[in-house]
């Protein structure tokens, strides 16, 4: 009764603030946008990407941590190691994460889960498919370069998420990254250029190619993961407040001329 109520505010709060045209409207991505023009009609969205830490997030400061992280966690060098980060894990797509791992019992693979969900339940689903032991779980922490650090592939199939901060992060660290065409962040990846997209974030056969692919091909990984960190420059903070800036100015400007 609680989420009901809670949901059933929060749906009148955004109908009231988002149809109401004297509100100016920022969104992350263009996909976000693009709900709010479906939903709300509105047609005149600023798109400003989130930014990224690019100086502390960078390829140079992942691979000095490599080591230690991967050492702590008892990852060996042949290990392949997937990571996903997040708080609402069954939305970032990790079923289709275990789904994929299931049908490539071959490979070495090891996944890194961080965040607050509970994890008892994708634990379960793990052992059922016969991949538990290949999994380690971790609550969330300040220090996320060190997830990044033990990571050989981000990997995200977001079923819904207005960006994906930390597929951007990733990137930005010089990872190659997997996510779906559901995440914001999808609207500025260049599939098979700088990242990979999945059209269809439950299709664990497509996962696992992808998969199964970057791990066959070390100079694909390398490829991608120097192509999404010069991407990830675009996303810098400086760039991003830059934009946020002239938002807010043409919003002000606009108020000002109405009460004339």
Same mark, same amino acid.
């Given at each position: 009764?609680?989420?009901?109520? *809670? *949901? =059933?505010?929060?749906?009148?709060?955004?109908?009231?603030? *988002?149809?109401?045209?004297?509100?100016?409207?920022?969104?992350? &991505?263009?996909?976000?946008? =693009?709900?709010?023009?479906? *939903?709300?009609?509105?047609?005149?969205?600023?798109?400003? $990407?989130?930014?990224?830490?690019?100086?502390?997030?960078?390829?140079?400061?992942?691979?000095?941590?490599?080591?230690?992280?991967?050492?702590?966690?008892?990852? !060996?060098?042949?290990?392949?190691?997937?990571?996903?980060? =997040? +708080?609402? /894990?069954? +939305?970032?797509?990790?079923? %289709?994460? #275990?789904?994929?791992?299931?049908? #490539?019992? !071959? #490979? $070495?693979?090891?996944?890194?889960?961080?965040?607050?969900?509970?994890? @008892?339940?994708?634990?379960?689903?793990?052992?059922?498919? !016969?991949?538990?032991?290949?999994?380690?779980?971790?609550? %969330?922490?300040?220090?996320?370069?060190?997830?990044?650090?033990?990571?050989?592939?981000?990997? &995200?199939? %977001?079923?819904?998420?207005?960006?994906? #901060?930390?597929?951007?992060?990733?990137?930005?660290? !010089?990872?190659?990254?997997?996510?779906?065409?559901?995440?914001?962040?999808?609207?500025?990846?260049?599939?098979?250029?700088?990242?990979?997209?999945?059209?269809?974030?439950?299709?664990?056969?497509?996962?696992?190619?992808?998969?199964?692919?970057?791990?066959?091909? $070390?100079?694909?990984?390398?490829?991608? =993961? @120097?192509?999404?960190?010069?991407?990830?420059?675009? /996303? +810098?903070?400086?760039?991003?407040?830059?934009?946020?800036? @002239?938002?807010?100015?043409?919003?002000?400007?606009?108020?000002?001329?109405?009460?004339?």
């Amino acid at each position: 009764m609680h989420r009901r109520v *809670y *949901y =059933g505010l929060l749906t009148a709060l955004e109908r009231r603030i *988002y149809t109401d045209p004297k509100i100016a409207l920022a969104a992350v &991505s263009k996909r976000t946008a =693009g709900l709010l023009k479906e *939903y709300f009609h509105r047609e005149d969205v600023c798109v400003i $990407p989130n930014g990224v830490d690019t100086a502390h997030f960078s390829m140079a400061a992942r691979l000095a941590r490599r080591a230690e992280s991967r050492r702590r966690r008892d990852f !060996g060098d042949e290990d392949f190691v997937l990571l996903l980060i =997040g +708080n609402d /894990w069954r +939305n970032k797509g990790l079923p %289709s994460i #275990l789904e994929a791992m299931a049908a #490539l019992p !071959g #490979l $070495p693979i090891r996944l890194l889960v961080a965040g607050d969900d509970d994890a @008892e339940p994708f634990r379960a689903r793990a052992e059922k498919l !016969g991949v538990e032991d290949r999994c380690r779980w971790e609550v %969330s922490s300040p220090d996320t370069l060190d997830f990044y650090a033990a990571a050989d592939v981000y990997v &995200s199939p %977001s079923r819904e998420d207005s960006f994906g #901060l930390p597929v951007a992060e990733a990137m930005a660290c !010089g990872l190659p990254a997997i996510t779906s065409v559901c995440a914001g962040v999808a609207d500025y990846i260049d599939d098979g250029v700088d990242g990979m997209v999945l059209g269809d974030p439950r299709n664990a056969q497509d996962l696992r190619e992808k998969i199964e692919r970057l791990h066959k091909e $070390p100079e694909l990984r390398r490829n991608l =993961g @120097e192509a999404a960190a010069r991407k990830a420059m675009e /996303w +810098n903070w400086d760039r991003h407040a830059a934009t946020a800036w @002239e938002f807010l100015k043409g919003a002000a400007a606009r108020r000002a001329s109405q009460k004339l």
